[in-house]
């Protein structure tokens, strides 16, 4: 055998000509770092998850191609279908899941204008509100009109503040409620590095009722929530360890643990369903240091309080979530799905419907 031959036949990384071999990584690195600028645009972060898409992309490639070189033969003519391979593998299963969940993590602090256009009557004052962790969340309070003392937190979804729930606290005002609205952790005017998809939140409504509590005009015992998606996910997680918080309005709540995802789905997009949610309830989980507790496991122990469930019946997979609780309300819940709704979209659907059954179900928990 010639010196050539044996050069020909030799591992790759025995080599020298190993500067062309930077050019698979060099794509690879590219290619994730396209996909992950498209995942940062979204989260307002574009220049740091284009960095680590780049990061990610030359790491897994010079890996493949050095550390397979060392190989050599088949296993390294095929390093670019193995690479893919392993990418789709870490995409599903770590990369995608843990993108999908930490897209509603990053704050979005911003002003928020104007309590003068509130609508809720003259008497409405800007609060500042401490809380769990040293946190402090901003807002409007007016006070109850009815002389009943009883008053109801709206708690706004994700990536919104306290805005977003004025069409239900104008309502409730109306009818002689006293209405509280804030912006959430890490959102408009408040407090926090980072938002946690409701699991620090949680923690908060305890705070809140005690700051209400010392207020001369609000009874204690008076005291209700209204929650649109992630804020029907805060109370629903908070209401069994905070007694006093009477009555809860919950409009949009999804899963809040793969547990809750309906038995009957099945097949094979129901299987990758369940896989995807569960590594991102883990990741979750490990991210934020916080255990997402099942709905299904929650909402039986807010009885004997009130509980109402809406859900939207356009909104995909919504309706089928909620009708999976009916079973574990117990005395006093209710559930009602609003056939020609989006998510939390009943109140333009039918407002006057909407706004009356609301109004109902405050005055039987709260007023009576």
Avoid at 157 to 185: K, P
Wanted: charged share 20%.
């Amino acid at each position: 055998m010639t010196p050539d031959d044996k050069n020909r036949n030799a591992s790759p990384s025995r080599q020298n000509n190993w500067l062309p071999r930077l050019l698979f990584p060099a794509i690879n690195a590219l290619i994730f770092g396209a996909l992950f600028a498209v995942a940062g645009y979204y989260v307002f972060d574009l220049v740091r998850w284009l960095l680590i898409g780049l990061a990610f992309g030359l790491g897994v490639g010079l890996i493949v191609e050095f550390g397979l070189g060392m190989i050599g033969g088949w296993i390294y003519r095929r390093r670019v279908t193995l690479a893919v391979l392993l990418e789709i593998v870490l995409t599903i299963a770590f990369i995608g899941p843990f993108i999908y969940f930490y897209a509603q993590t990053p704050a979005q602090h911003h002003d928020v204008c104007c309590i003068e256009t509130s609508g809720l009557g003259d008497d409405v004052e800007e609060v500042n509100i401490p809380v769990a962790d040293n946190e402090t969340l901003a807002g409007w309070y007016a006070p109850p009109t009815d002389g009943s003392g009883a008053v109801v937190m709206v708690l706004h979804g994700s990536r919104s503040d306290r805005r977003d729930g004025l069409r239900h606290a104008r309502v409730l005002h109306e009818a002689g409620f006293g209405v509280l609205v804030y912006d959430q952790r890490a959102s408009g005017e408040s407090t926090g590095e980072r938002q946690s998809v409701g699991l620090y939140d949680q923690r908060d409504i305890t705070p809140i009722i005690d700051w209400l509590s010392e207020r001369s005009e609000v009874d204690a015992d008076r005291i209700g929530g209204v929650g649109l998606s992630l804020g029907a996910h805060i109370l629903v997680m908070a209401g069994p360890n905070e007694p006093r918080l009477k009555a809860i309005w919950s409009d949009g709540l999804g899963i809040n643990n793969v547990e809750d995802i309906p038995s009957y789905y099945d097949g094979i997009g129901a299987t990758l369903i369940r896989f995807i949610n569960r590594q991102a309830f883990w990741l979750a989980e490990v991210y934020l240091g916080e255990e997402l507790v099942p709905a299904k496991q929650l909402i039986p122990q807010i009885a004997p309080r009130r509980l109402m469930l809406v859900a939207g019946g356009l909104a995909p997979y919504e309706a089928d979530f909620n009708r999976e609780y009916e079973p574990y309300l117990g005395e006093n819940g209710d559930l009602w799905i609003i056939a020609n709704a989006g998510h939390v979209g009943g109140f333009s659907a039918d407002p006057e419907h909407y706004s009356a059954r609301m109004i109902d179900f405050f005055d039987a928990a709260l007023r009576q």
